[in-house]
């Protein structure tokens, strides 16, 4: 129900920007999210957008991340500017009943891609 792609390697300072496909269910209905996981450490969230547009961000991407969502292509997006090292990792978009849930939950949601790999180099 979810597909990644967009993950590359840039360097400091550069920009990618992910896309997710997602059922036209989750998009008109679904808190729809990005986190993000490095090898042998826990998801870390990055944003999310609720079905009323309404956006969160993590801390440590605010400003430089911006999610949006377009409902007729069923498309959820992820622009990232000014990436640093520290943003290296493998990113998933996933998909919960509502923001709260999203955020509390992170560890658990089932309802995710499989991932898009995001390397930063310095």
């Known amino acids: 129900q979810l597909a990644e792609s967009g993950g590359g390697s840039v360097q400091t300072g550069g920009s990618l920007r992910l896309a997710c496909a997602a059922t036209q269910y989750l998009v008109n209905s679904y808190c729809l999210g990005w986190f993000r996981q490095r090898p042998g450490e826990q998801r870390e969230g990055v944003a999310t957008?609720?079905?009323?547009?309404?956006?969160t961000y993590a801390d440590p991407v605010k400003g430089r991340f911006t999610i949006s969502k377009h409902t007729a292509t069923r498309l959820l997006y992820l622009q990232m500017d000014n990436l640093e090292p520290d943003d290296t990792a493998m990113y998933y978009c996933a998909a919960e009943a509502n923001c709260d849930a999203w955020w509390s939950f992170l560890q658990h949601l089932a309802n995710r891609g499989q991932g898009t790999q995001v390397t930063v180099s310095s």
């Open positions: 957008i609720a079905t009323d547009g309404t956006t």
